[in-house]
């Protein structure tokens, strides 16, 4: 059975960073192209962050130029380095596969406070 652990979120002031980080288990990611996804209080969950199994990447407009994903294979593991964070990204962080074929994890809870 897959199970995907995030950790990494936190409380953080307007301009702070965090690094989030996720690890699969069950299944290798190696051939799998990896997102980050967010849900915000009130809206529906969104993709922010994903990354090719060649390592290419593409981010949501909102998130463009303060993220960035990256991963390693040899952990089954992805990460997401979030800086210059926004009120805005306060959010539960999660990740999986694009399209979402895991089960979803509890994900990490990123709070921003100005």
């Known amino acids: 059975q897959v199970q995907v652990v995030e950790s990494g979120g936190g409380l953080v002031q307007v301009g702070g960073s965090l690094r989030l980080s996720c690890v699969v288990s069950g299944d290798t990611i190696r051939f799998k192209t990896m997102n980050w996804y967010r849900k ?3 809206k529906q969950r969104e993709s ?3 990354i090719q199994s ?3 990447t593409n981010y949501a ?3 463009k130029g303060r ?3 990256d991963r ?3 952990k089954n593991s992805v ?3 979030m800086n210059n964070l926004k009120p805005e990204d306060t959010a539960v962080f999660f990740c999986n596969t694009a399209p979402p074929l895991y089960s ?3 994900g990490t809870q990123v709070t921003v406070v100005s």
């Open 48 to 50: 922010v962050a994903s």
């Open 104 to 106: 979803w994890g509890q």
């Open 67 to 69: 993220f960035i994903i």
């Open 79 to 81: 990460y997401l380095q």
């Open 72 to 74: 390693d294979n040899a």
């Open 54 to 56: 060649g390592l290419t």
């Open 61 to 63: 407009a909102s998130v």
């Open 40 to 42: 915000a209080p009130g």
